[in-house]
T-cell receptor
Framework: AQSVTQLGSHVSVSEGALVLLRCNYS??????LFWYVQYPNQGLQLLLK??????LVKGINGFEAEFKKSETSFHLTKPSAHMSDAAEYFC???????????FGTGTRLLVSP | DAGVIQSPRHEVTEMGQEVTLRCKPI?????LFWYRQTMMRGLELLIY????????DSGMPEDRFSAKMPNASFSTLKIQPSEPRDSAVYFC????????????FGQGTRLTVV
């Protein structure tokens, strides 16, 4: 079954610094991968998704992720962190014949001034 | 569209009581998901429906939990009887059917069982 692993439950960066959130997937078939963001007391919101059309995927709020099959990774990056990026980020993969979204454990991004 | 609508936003109940959480998916979506989020276990998929039919309920923790989708615009998640360990945020999400389609989440229901 497909699954994702997120390394690091917390990541701290300074405002303006590079953001790198790690996600590795396990899948016997080409996966469909997603990054979601959750702001405090909110539901999850899609940042971007990989659907095999392009390995570098651009999302909202300046985030992007690169699908690397050789590394089974789909890391999320942003060149310059903003205070408003502080949130929890979830990597997810679809599983099964229907869209059964399976989430990683999440990474909380902390941004300091 | 107003998005996925969940009610109530907050629920506090006493152990042993029945709790019903409600969800209205986005019009036109034919897949619906119930998730539970806790600090200890993260986001867990409880059950998902396609075209109002339960497809996979393997995530439902035990018989105290039940979910229904009587029509395309409404779903309920019921806990009877409730226990303190059921305290969590419960999310409903909906989407079109398809492996690469986006799921839209509601704001969640924060359940506290005392």
């Amino acid at each position: 079954a497909q699954s994702v692993t997120q390394l690091g439950s917390h990541v701290s960066v300074s405002e303006g610094a590079l953001v790198l959130l790690r996600c590795n997937y396990s899948s016997s078939v080409p996966p469909y991968l997603f990054w979601y963001v959750q702001y405090p007391n909110q539901g999850l919101q899609l940042l971007l998704k990989y659907t095999s059309a392009a390995t570098l995927v651009k999302g909202i709020n300046g985030f992007e992720a690169e699908f690397k099959k050789s590394e089974t990774s789909f890391h999320l990056t942003k060149p310059s962190a903003h205070m408003s990026d502080a949130a929890e980020y979830f990597c997810a993969v679809t599983q099964g014949g229907f869209q059964k979204l399976v989430f990683g454990t999440g990474t909380r991004l902390l941004v300091s001034p | 569209d107003a998005g996925v609508i969940q009610s109530p936003r907050h629920e506090v109940t006493e152990m042993g009581q029945e709790v019903t959480l409600r969800c209205k998916p986005i019009s036109g979506h034919n897949s619906l998901f119930w998730y539970r989020q806790t600090m200890m276990r993260g986001l867990e998929l409880l059950i998902y429906f396609n075209n109002n039919v339960p497809i996979d309920d393997s995530g439902m923790p035990e018989d105290r939990f039940s979910a229904k989708m009587p029509n395309a615009s409404f779903s309920t998640l019921k806990i009877q009887p409730s226990e303190p360990r059921d305290s969590a945020v419960y999310f409903c999400a909906s989407s079109y059917t398809g492996l690469n389609t986006e799921a839209f989440f509601g704001q969640g229901t924060r359940l506290t069982v005392v």
